[in-house]
């Protein structure tokens, strides 16, 4: 079932009836949102590298895209990232990873 999606830079969050097994912790959402100048950590598989992760800083606020608000980072994002999570240095989940173009 779907929850949420938003087609204009190709993400849903969906949900599964299937009986779920536990694989590990579950992310922890903070209670606000990102800021310029935060630390963040990219995790991905570019090239089918499993586990990849990256640092940089959130480096600014781009405007709303669909029902999405952008950020840039000067971390580094390769293709195979798309769909990663974004993290902040205390742990919490507070973006993905999508490739859109700007105009």
Do not use: C
Not at 86 to 100: A, M, P
């Amino acid at each position: 079932m779907t929850i949420s999606s938003d087609p204009a830079i190709d993400l849903a969050l969906i949900q599964s009836a299937a009986p779920m097994k536990s694989s590990g912790p579950e992310a922890k959402i903070p209670l606000r949102g990102p800021e310029v100048g935060d630390s963040l950590w990219i995790v991905g598989a570019p090239n089918s590298n499993i586990g990849n992760i990256t640092s940089g800083l959130l480096s600014r606020k781009i405007e709303k895209i669909g029902t999405t608000i952008a950020y840039r980072t000067d971390a580094a994002i390769y293709p195979g990232n798309s769909g990663g999570g974004v993290f902040n240095s205390e742990g919490f989940l507070i973006g993905v990873v999508v490739s859109f173009e700007m105009h």
